[in-house]
């Protein structure tokens, strides 16, 4: 009969595998003191004249806003898993926040674009290896 193995026999047994996969020398080990890049393959572009928020701006700024009723969105902000999105004031439209990115921490997970209520997306997602639209 055959006994379930404990974590400690798993973990045993996956570190022999490991070892003997650096042993055929399929993986290499990489030192402390080489230098490591994150490669980032897909990334979010923000399309400012899709955003809701830019577009009430507009309003805002040619006077023309009387009698609509502005809302407030920057559902992009709350949705991003790495906080790569955050909010700055625009000039001449008093109280509201287009979102801004920072392209460093982005991950390209696209929830931004899932959860914009715009059509088309304020946000579109890209192949960065290929120069590529993906969404």
Do not use: H
Request: with cysteine.
């Amino acid at each position: 009969m055959k006994r379930d193995l404990t974590r400690r026999e798993m973990l045993k047994k996956s570190a022999l595998a490991i070892s003997a996969i650096f042993l055929s020398g399929v993986l290499k080990k990489v030192s402390a003191s080489e230098p490591q890049q994150q490669r980032i393959v897909r990334k979010a572009i923000f399309v400012e004249k899709n955003c809701l928020i830019y577009k009430q701006a507009e309003l805002i700024k040619t006077k023309k806003s009387k009698g609509t009723e502005l809302k407030e969105c920057n559902a992009c902000v709350t949705a991003c898993p790495r906080k790569s999105i955050t909010t700055k004031e625009i000039k001449g439209a008093k109280g509201q926040m287009l979102p801004v990115l920072d392209e460093t921490t982005c991950i390209g997970c696209a929830r931004c674009l899932r959860v914009c209520p715009q059509e088309p997306k304020a946000w579109e997602i890209w192949d960065m290896t290929n120069n590529k639209k993906l969404m």
